[in-house]
T-cell receptor, first 116, second 118 residues
Framework: DTGVSQDPRHKITKRGQNVTFRCDPI?????LYWYRQTLGQGPEFLTY????????KSRLLSDRFSAERPKGSFSTLEIQRTEQGDSAMYLC??????????????FGSGTQLSVL | AQSVTQPDIHITVSEGASLELRCNYS??????LFWYVQSPGQGLQLLLK??????LVQGIKGFEAEFKRSQSSFNLRKPSVHWSDAAEYFC????????????????FGQGTILTVHP
């Protein structure tokens, strides 16, 4: 168990550029979540995958945001035409296929995005 | 819609003192409640959770929390704080996701930063 891995740890970009983040969940975990955390706030849910299917998206996920999990393993989160308001920590979490009440989410350390 | 309020943004305690972090929630159904801890550069780590049953739940690192439905609260406690407990603590309520197989859609409070003095 190597934990949830996120890459890169930090990303600095200019407004209007596109950025892509990667999340590698724990190997046997079929559920994957993306959250966003701004300074001084708790994380906010963005989207949820079960295997390769994206089952739920928050209305926070505007049309500039797209997430994929093509083979049910790693996931990518892309932000197009970045805005300064996109500056945040983007967190990924995964969990194993067990009964919902026994589920435990494992979070990665996040990707810190700064949009200049 | 569900919401979580953590009234204390920052708490300072002395090492060895007791600790209570407050959490109030708003949710229309029976809540599924969590406490997470986040240290700098580390991922969120689950301390404990409540779904049903005994309203006093035990977690890791000597933490416990008590669910009080009448007060819509889920306060976190520790009898004796260690310097290594300094971190940010988040209370969250879980909502059942599409497909009914996951409570991983968490609504977090804004967090309480804990400082521990020697």
């Amino acid at each position: 168990d190597t934990g949830v891995s996120q890459d890169p740890r930090h990303k600095i970009t200019k407004r209007g550029q596109n950025v892509t983040f990667r999340c590698d969940p724990i190997s046997e975990h079929n559920r994957l979540y993306w959250y966003r955390q701004t300074l001084g706030q708790g994380p906010e849910f963005l989207t949820y995958f079960q295997n390769e299917a994206q089952l739920e998206k928050s209305r926070l996920l505007s049309d500039r945001f797209s997430a994929e999990r093509p083979k049910g393993s790693f996931s990518t989160l892309e932000i197009q035409r970045t805005e300064q308001g996109d500056s945040a920590m983007y967190l990924c979490a995964s969990s194993s296929p067990r009964q919902a009440i026994n589920e435990k989410l494992f979070f990665g350390s996040g990707t810190q995005l700064s949009v200049l | 819609a569900q919401s979580v309020t953590q009234p204390d943004i920052h708490i300072t305690v002395s090492e060895g003192a007791s600790l209570e972090l407050r959490c109030n929630y708003s949710y229309g159904a029976t809540p599924y409640l969590f406490w997470y801890v986040q240290s700098p550069g580390q991922g969120l780590q689950l301390l404990l959770k409540y779904f049903s049953g005994d309203t006093l739940v035990q977690g890791i690192k000597g933490f416990e929390a008590e669910f009080k439905r009448s007060q819509s609260s889920f306060n976190l406690r520790k009898p004796s704080v260690h310097w290594s407990d300094a971190a940010e603590y988040f209370c969250a309520v879980g909502v059942l996701l599409a497909g009914g197989t996951s409570y991983g859609k968490l609504t977090f409070g804004q967090g309480t930063i804990l400082t521990v003095h020697p």
